[in-house]
């Protein structure tokens, strides 16, 4: 069963009002990040964040993350791992507004620090095969081995480390951490992972934020063009 909107661990995200962001920092000068200092956003059970590289997605979804207390790298809030950071540290001037009794349990997983999440959990002598897997078995194993959390998920372009079948299996997980009422955050380049009827889908851009359908993004558009036709985009490199 769907969680209410007024259980959500995060309803809303906005600047704090106590810990403004200098607008001379470089994420305060992305687009969607100004739009979300200046008018802040809602968000829905399912919210799906898709836009060119650059745009602000992981810049948005790692703050997020960060402020709700998970490791910016990814893992739970038990994960303690630190590599290189690059967080822009947006987190710490993000004001979350939370559901009544919300869970404050959460999982967050990136692709690009995942090698190190795996390391560190192999580390600490946490269960599982990581090491000893492809890079997309090792996805689909952490959150299969933690899908019982029920809470805050947040995935940042989960694809990248996924096939075609990794997909529908993400989505099917998905699928269940909605039916049973936790929150999922996702930032993607797959019409695949956007494609689920309840998500709440934000198209960011130049323009910053904007909510979109399905059928309105340009990723779709491009994608059924593409394959409706490859060889109109391939005769492009051809000598």
Not at 14 to 22: D, F, R, V
Not at 67 to 85: D, I, V
Not at 183 to 192: A, D, F, K, N
Request: aromatic share 8%.
């Amino acid at each position: 069963m769907s969680a209410p909107f007024d259980s959500l661990p995060i309803r809303r995200i906005a600047e704090h009002p106590k810990e403004p962001m200098n607008r001379d920092d470089w994420a305060a000068k992305i687009p969607a990040v100004q739009q979300v200092l200046d008018e802040g956003l809602e968000l829905g059970q399912f919210t799906v964040l898709v836009g060119e590289n650059g745009a602000g997605k992981s810049t948005l979804v790692e703050a997020i993350a960060g402020a709700f207390g998970l490791n910016p790298e990814g893992g739970t809030r038990n994960s303690m791992h630190h590599t290189q950071p690059t967080e822009s540290g947006l987190s710490s001037h993000l004001q979350l507004e939370r559901g009544a009794g919300a869970s404050k349990a959460g999982v967050f997983l990136r692709a690009e620090t995942m090698h190190g999440l795996f390391a560190y959990l192999g580390s600490i002598g946490s269960r599982g095969k990581h090491n000893f897997q492809s890079h997309g078995e090792s996805f689909i194993e952490f959150f299969t081995e933690r899908s019982s959390i029920n809470g805050l998920w947040v995935f940042d372009e989960a694809e990248s480390a996924l096939s075609f079948n990794g997909c529908l299996m993400l989505l099917s997980q998905i699928s269940d951490l909605l039916r049973t009422g936790s929150q999922v955050i996702l930032s993607t380049h797959s019409p695949m992972l956007a494609s689920l009827p309840q998500a709440k889908i934000y198209e960011i851009g130049d323009w910053g934020i904007r909510e979109s359908s399905y059928d309105e993004l340009e990723m779709v558009s491009n994608w059924r063009l593409f394959l409706q036709a490859p060889g109109r985009y391939l005769r492009h490199f051809e000598n």
